[in-house]
């Protein structure tokens, strides 16, 4: 490596530009005692399976291949409907379900609405397929789901998707907002 000579010019402003300077006699930084980090509430492992409202037993009428879905929760109004079907919301995330078990396509629907609800996504796009490999036109997966999302403490509706977005083996999903979500909203305004 060749050293580079500078001018007098150049060593000046260098000086000037660094200011001050003083020796140290150690080249090691003692840390300070003092200031330890504040603690902080350790957060509480939460059970997802917990989303699911136990409610009395539902009886749904099973939904075949090529049937739609649809759904509003009490207290909702029903032109959300309306204006969830016509994309409205706008899509903040999407899954998709299609050809896993029921056990594993139901852990990862509630992990998933879990993490969209936590991060404040309105609307959500589930693919469960439409079940042409199921027993009598009676797709599981798609049943399945019919009756999670009608259970979910943070749904307040959904439907089956446009023809474009997976028609009947996809639905569009409305979520309540966080609390979180909520209070940073009303700080904001």
């Given at each position: 490596?060749?050293?580079?000579?500078?001018?007098?010019?150049?060593?000046?402003?260098?000086?000037?530009?660094?200011?001050?300077?003083?020796?140290?006699?150690?080249?090691?930084?003692?840390?300070?005692?003092?200031?330890?980090?504040?603690?902080?509430?350790?957060?509480?492992?939460?059970?997802?399976?917990?989303?699911?409202?136990?409610?009395?037993?539902?009886?749904?009428?099973?939904?075949?291949?090529?049937?739609?879905?649809?759904?509003?929760?009490?207290?909702?109004?029903?032109?959300?409907?309306?204006?969830?079907?016509?994309?409205?919301?706008?899509?903040?995330?999407?899954?998709?379900?299609?050809?896993?078990?029921?056990?594993?396509?139901?852990?990862?629907?509630l992990y998933f609405l879990n993490t969209c609800t936590f991060s404040?996504?309105?609307?959500?796009?589930?693919?469960?397929?439409?079940?042409?490999?199921?027993?009598?036109?009676?797709?599981?997966?798609?049943?399945?789901?019919?009756?999670?999302?009608?259970?979910?403490?943070?749904?307040?509706?959904?439907?089956?998707?446009?023809?474009?977005?997976?028609?009947?083996?996809?639905?569009?999903?409305?979520?309540?907002?966080?609390?979180?979500?909520?209070?940073?909203?009303?700080?904001?305004?």
């Amino acid at each position: 490596m060749v050293k580079k000579t500078l001018s007098e010019e150049d060593q000046d402003l260098f000086r000037q530009t660094i200011g001050k300077v003083r020796t140290t006699n150690s080249n090691k930084i003692l840390l300070n005692q003092d200031s330890k980090p504040k603690p902080y509430p350790k957060q509480q492992s939460r059970n997802i399976d917990d989303d699911l409202i136990n409610l009395p037993k539902i009886e749904l009428e099973k939904v075949g291949i090529e049937d739609s879905m649809s759904f509003i929760a009490p207290g909702v109004q029903n032109n959300v409907l309306k204006k969830l079907r016509q994309g409205f919301f706008g899509l903040d995330s999407e899954i998709d379900l299609h050809g896993l078990t029921s056990s594993t396509a139901k852990k990862q629907l509630l992990y998933f609405l879990n993490t969209c609800t936590f991060s404040g996504y309105r609307c959500v796009h589930i693919v469960h397929g439409k079940g042409y490999r199921s027993i009598d036109s009676h797709p599981v997966l798609k049943n399945d789901l019919n009756l999670w999302l009608r259970q979910h403490k943070d749904v307040q509706a959904f439907c089956s998707a446009p023809p474009k977005a997976g028609g009947t083996g996809a639905v569009f999903v409305l979520l309540r907002l966080s609390e979180t979500c909520s209070h940073d909203d009303e700080l904001e305004h």
